[in-house]
């Protein structure tokens, strides 16, 4: 693996090099707390102020806030939004370090021949397109991927290995204690810059089509039912549940282990909370956390019985309330 010298990333993503020399070779990225001489590495949240002071990296990207602070230590980078300058490094890293992915279909993939690929997409081992998928510019899809017949996907996406796009929705009419199956007859649209995570599923609408808009990013194993709509740029984490028809805005967040109900609308800005259960429609921008908080079990079961009580205890001091009034 190759290193790279401080000069070349701050030619390449900016910022400022400050106490330290252009010729330093980087050998790789790493967390303060184990960085070593030839390391890089960055601090974002001023609370690890400490772990700056003893860190041992070569360099550490930093705000201009912490720049006094990190010249105390040694060399620093200062940059408006470490985070992200930390980000674009990774990404600096991985196009020097990594071997370039070559476009096209591999052996074992099977792409039906009704199906779009664009010639500058990547079609990993053992993943299955079906008739009618389109698959859009500089895409890639990591091993196993299947994507459902006329669902589409649209340039430079990154789905990971075992995904299933366009599996069928959840649907099923009762008929004398049996189920009939209701046809899912609409499909998976997903847009540009999309990053979908391993063994994530998004099933096919009923009738419409399932929409994941452009931007969006969703960590492995999330289920998105039929009909939901993600807008741009929403993000969620490991383990999140979105069931049927439920409507997310754009620039949302949920986070791991959520529950979306079906149906349920959240508007823009919206940040779920992890292991929350959204019960109801979120018309307002904020944050919400729903969550009952861990304790040893005999405590949490007195909270819980206590729980049960809340609304005999209202209605008695509404009682109360009234026969003071009276009184």
């Excluded at 230590?73 to 196009?95: E, S």
């Excluded at 109801?280 to 949490?300: E, H, K, V």
């Amino acid at each position: 693996m190759s290193s790279l010298l401080l000069g070349h990333i701050v030619d390449a993503l900016g910022g400022s090099l400050e106490g330290g020399a252009r010729d330093t070779a980087i050998a790789r990225i790493a967390p303060l707390e184990v960085a070593g001489p030839g390391d890089l590495s960055f601090l974002s949240n001023p609370r690890y102020q400490q772990q700056l002071a003893a860190s041992r990296a070569a360099c550490v990207i930093v705000a201009p806030t912490l720049r006094e602070a990190a010249l105390a230590r040694g060399a620093c980078i200062v940059a408006d939004n470490p985070y992200v300058y930390f980000a674009r490094a990774t990404q600096l890293w991985r196009q020097r370090n990594a071997p370039a992915r070559a476009a096209g279909v591999h052996p074992s993939a099977v792409v039906d021949a009704m199906a779009q690929v664009h010639p500058t997409a990547t079609i990993g081992p053992l993943c299955v397109v079906e008739r009618g998928a389109h698959v859009g510019a500089h895409t890639v899809l990591k091993s196993r991927v299947t994507v459902g017949e006329d669902c589409h996907i649209g340039a430079r996406c990154i789905v990971h290995a075992g995904a299933v796009i366009g599996a069928d929705g959840f649907g099923f009419a009762p008929e004398n204690g049996q189920w009939v199956k209701i046809e899912q007859l609409g499909a998976v649209r997903i847009g540009d810059d999309v990053e979908i995570g391993a063994n994530t599923c998004i099933d096919r609408g009923a009738l419409q089509d399932t929409v994941i808009e452009d931007g969006v990013k969703l960590d492995n194993l999330i289920q998105v039912g039929h009909n939901v709509r993600i807008g741009k740029h929403s993000a969620m984490a490991g383990c999140v549940g979105i069931a049927g028809s439920a409507t997310i805005g754009a620039h949302c967040t949920v986070g791991g282990g959520a529950i979306v109900l079906g149906h349920l609308q959240l508007a823009d800005n919206v940040h779920i909370s992890a292991a929350t259960v959204v019960t109801r429609s979120l018309t307002q921008p904020g944050q919400y956390t729903g969550m009952f908080p861990i304790d040893d079990n005999a405590r949490w079961e007195k909270n819980a019985a206590t729980l049960k009580q809340l609304h005999s205890l209202r209605e008695r001091i509404k009682a109360l309330e009234q026969a003071l009034k009276a009184a």
